[in-house]
């Protein structure tokens, strides 16, 4: 009897170490090397720049940051910010018109997004990130600048123009905001779950890497709206850099500072900042009713919104050249 009792607890211990082998072969894919990436994404525009920001309590951290350039150093600046899981290469097609239209345009990968690298505490929010345009700014000279981000990227715009406006003479003269984050939607994941484990080695360092490519790709094509397609190009885009060293890891396991963002909105209000909301009608991750809540936070009119019907969380991607004519409208009223 026990003979047998072992035998039947051996084959469900190979059946589940098989299985195991086989979800390892289907879903493990390894990192990819900033060797292997830049010759496809290390454009002519392209840059690397160490900059230094300080933590909360006031700790020098360092990281390396990839931005793209283009246009005219005479030009007015626009800075350009993308959301989770992509790069400023969401942008490279705006970035053609706008530079034909008279501006400078500077797209920026966010720590632990593109060819950018993070902090060595593995910490972000959007403060840091913030901090992290700003040194950027200094570092180039530039004291007056649109900024406009999609998603976390809104978030980080709308922060970064409510600490930073007015401060020793920087002026940020208009605010983009597509399909953004909300300040009470910023917070981190979720304790005492099941985050607490994977986020842990070792863990996180194996699990991070269970991302198939048809997994990535059925995630990105529910962020896109019903009259859009994502094409081959770009989902070969996201789900490279997303394999780059480290990137992957950084989701698992990076802590969010505990930031207060409550009277964000309230301060670009009371500087008079003028304010586009551009969203997708057919977002599945921030809802378009999300834009409503920016219209009273900031006191905006109907004029200053504007929703694409029959597209997703990332319009300026998904038509460029319908979504780039509102910003260009936009930006000739400043």
Partial sequence: ??????????????????????????????????????????????????????????????IDIHYQDVGSLDDPVIVLLHGAFASSHTFIPWSETLIDSGYRVIMIDLPYHGLSGGFSDQVTSLRRSAHVVKALLDALLIDQIVIGGNSMGGGVSWYFTSIFHGVDGFEVTGLVLIDAVFPSLTGGRPMNSIFDLISNEPYASFLSKMTPKFLLGSILGGVYGSESELESDTLNRYYDLLRRTGNRKAILVNTQEDIDTSSSLSNILSEGIPVLIMWGNEDSWIPVSTANLFKEALQLSDLDIIIYEGLGHVP???????????????????
């Fill in 1 to 62: 009897m026990i003979r047998k009792i072992m035998k039947i607890m051996g084959i469900f211990v190979l059946s589940i170490m098989l299985l195991l082998l086989i979800a390892v072969f289907v879903f493990y894919r390894s990192d990819l090397e900033l060797t292997d990436l830049e010759p496809t994404y290390f454009t002519e525009n392209s840059h690397y720049i160490t900059l230094t920001i300080a933590s909360l309590d006031q700790n020098d951290l360092e």
């Fill in 316 to 334: 300026m991607e998904e038509n460029p050249d319908l979504t780039v004519i509102d910003l260009l409208s936009f930006l000739s009223n400043l």
